[in-house]
């Protein structure tokens, strides 16, 4: 399992290597909202999964079947029933990706 540290901003791209290959990963908090969002893109900004709400306890990608996505799952482990715009970086959540192998 790979814990993936989430920006403390509101929206912000990060590169990030994932059964190595590199990709980019987009979080985004909705403060209207009030949630988290990701994405996974291409290093060339070319979008695989966008938008996905990061929801604890579910794996988040679990709909997606495209052969450019890495295999695996992502998902965010808290005791939390909402992940809040702090709760990242105060370590009450942590958004992971668990590889399949």
Not at 60 to 68: E, R, Y
């Amino acid at each position: 399992m790979l814990e993936i540290s989430v920006p403390d901003f509101n929206d912000s791209f990060s590169r990030i290597v994932l059964g190595g290959t590199q990709y980019l990963i987009r979080f985004t908090w909705n403060d209207t909202a009030q949630r988290w969002s990701f994405g996974l893109y291409t290093t060339q900004k070319n979008p695989l999964a966008v938008g996905l709400r990061m929801v604890p306890e579910f794996p988040l990608n679990l709909q997606i079947k495209d052969a450019g996505f890495p295999a695996g799952a992502f998902g965010v482990i808290t005791a939390l029933t909402s992940v809040g715009r702090q709760d990242f970086l105060e370590g009450r959540a942590s958004f992971v990706f668990m590889p399949a192998d």
